[in-house]
C-alpha cells in the first residue's frame, strides 16, 4: 500500500476512535477583554519549521505564512480594537512580524508598504437600526473568499492551503451586508481590487457574497470581478470561490472549498486557475484535536504561481489546547508538484517534492472572531 494512503488511513481511524471517547472537563474560558464600549485582542504567533529539502534560500516555497525553512521566526503579532455597529462601528488591527510582510508583497513600495503594513484591517461601520441588520463598512478589510482566515488560532491547521495563498488577502473600498432571512444573507462590493490599498489601474473590482447558514450546515460564495493588470494593460480577471461547512457534531467537522479563476488575455489564450481542498477536524476533547487537508491547485499559465502547473499538499496538524488562549501544534506537510518547482538545497526551483514539519506556539486573546 502507498505510505502516504496507509497513513491516512490510521489518522482516520484514531481521529473516530479518540473522537468517541469521553471529554474531560473544559478548559476555563478567558476573561472578556474590555474597556467600556471598545473590545480589544490580540495573539502572538511563531513556528520553527523543518524542511527536508534543505534549501539554501531558507523558504519553504508557496507557504502562508510559515515560509522560513529550519529556524525559528515570528509569524505575527497582531493587536486588535473594535467596537461593534450600534448603529455606528469600527475594527482597527495593528499587525507585526514577516506574515504582515507577505500580506502586503504586492503593494508599490511607496505605497501601501507604508503605515498600512501595519493595518490588515480598518474601517467604520454603520448598520442603522431601522434597516433590518443592513451594515456599511468602508475601509481596509479582509477578504471574503475561502475557508481559512489570517489568524492561526482560527483556522484548523497550522499552515495555509494553497487555495488561500494564491486568493486575494484583503481589499479596500466599501462593502455592504444584508439578511434576507435568517438563514441567508447577501452583500455587495466594491473595491480597489486584489491586494490594494491604493489601485494599480483607473477601473474598479466589484464582488458579490452570500451566506446561507443553519445549525450544521452553511455554504459561503464569493464571486469577484474586475481589472487586476496593472495600468495600460487589458484584461478582466473573474473570480468564484466557494465553501461548504458541515458540523456533523461537537467532535467531528468538515469543509470543502472550490475556487475558479479566468483572467482575459487580449490576443492571448486566457489564464486559467483552479483549486479544490477538503479538510477534517476531529475533536476529541476540549484539549486535544486532529485535523487533515488536502487540496489540488491547477494554474494553466503560471499567472499565480509563476509556473504552468499542477500542485498537490496534503497536511495533518496535532494541536493541544494548554489553555483558552495558548495552543501549540504539531504539523507534517507534503507539498508537490508535476514541474520542477521547489527548492533543494542550493538548486532553485530543481525540485518536484517538499516536506516538512512544524512546531508552533500562538497566546491569543479576545473575542473569537
Not at 53 to 64: D, E, I, K, V, Y
Not at 274 to 279: D, T
Not at 313 to 333: C, D, H, I, N, S
Amino acid at each position: 500500500m502507498n505510505p502516504m494512503k496507509h497513513m491516512l488511513l490510521l489518522m482516520s481511524a484514531a481521529a473516530i476512535a479518540f473522537a468517541q471517547a469521553p471529554a474531560p472537563a473544559p478548559a476555563p474560558a478567558p476573561p472578556v477583554w474590555s474597556a467600556g464600549p471598545i473590545n480589544f485582542g490580540g495573539l502572538v504567533d511563531g513556528y520553527y519549521s523543518a524542511n527536508f529539502n534543505h534549501p539554501a534560500s531558507g523558504t519553504n516555497n508557496l507557504r502562508n505564512f510559515d515560509v522560513r525553512a529550519n529556524q525559528f521566526s515570528l509569524n505575527m503579532a497582531k493587536f486588535e480594537m473594535s467596537h461593534d455597529a450600534d448603529p455606528v462601528g469600527f475594527r482597527v488591527d495593528l499587525g507585526f512580524g514577516r506574515a504582515f510582510d507577505i500580506f502586503h508583497a504586492t503593494e508599490p513600495l511607496d505605497q501601501g508598504r507604508g503605515i498600512m503594513r501595519f493595518l490588515p484591517q480598518a474601517y467604520l461601520s454603520v448598520k442603522p437600526a431601522n434597516m433590518g441588520g443592513f451594515q456599511f463598512d468602508f475601509g481596509k478589510f479582509y477578504t471574503s473568499a475561502g475557508a481559512e482566515v489570517t489568524e492561526t488560532h482560527l483556522n484548523w491547521n497550522y499552515s495555509r492551503s494553497l487555495l488561500y495563498a494564491n486568493g486575494p488577502y484583503y481589499h479596500m473600498g466599501v462593502r455592504t451586508s444584508k439578511p434576507i432571512t435568517k438563514w441567508f444573507t447577501a452583500g455587495f462590493q466594491v473595491v480597489n481590487g486584489w491586494n490594494n490599498v491604493e489601485d494599480n489601474n483607473s477601473g474598479k473590482t466589484v464582488g458579490f457574497t452570500t451566506a446561507m447558514t443553519s445549525k450544521k450546515v452553511s455554504w459561503l460564495n464569493t464571486y469577484m470581478v474586475g481589472p487586476e493588470k496593472t495600468q495600460g494593460e487589458k484584461g478582466v480577471r473573474h473570480f468564484w470561490d466557494t465553501v461548504l461547512n458541515l458540523t456533523a457534531d461537537d467532535r467531528n467537522s468538515f469543509y470543502i472549498n472550490f475556487n475558479y479563476g479566468d483572467e482575459k488575455n487580449p490576443r492571448k489564450l486566457d489564464s486559467t486557475f483552479w483549486g479544490i481542498a477538503g479538510a477534517y477536524k476531529a475533536q476529541f476533547n476540549d484539549r486535544w484535536s486532529l485535523s487533515e487537508r488536502i487540496e489540488y491547485y491547477k494554474d494553466t499559465s503560471g499567472l499565480i504561481t509563476g509556473k504552468p502547473q499542477a500542485l498537490k499538499e496534503f497536511t495533518v496538524t496535532g494541536e493541544y489546547k494548554m489553555k483558552e488562549g495558548f495552543l501549540m501544534r504539531a504539523e507534517y506537510r507534503h507539498d508537490w508538484s508535476d514541474q520542477r518547482f521547489f527548492d533543494r538545497g542550493a538548486q532553485m526551483g530543481n525540485a518536484k517534492h517538499m516536506h516538512t514539519l512544524l512546531a508552533g506556539f500562538v497566546v491569543y486573546f479576545g473575542p473569537k472572531r
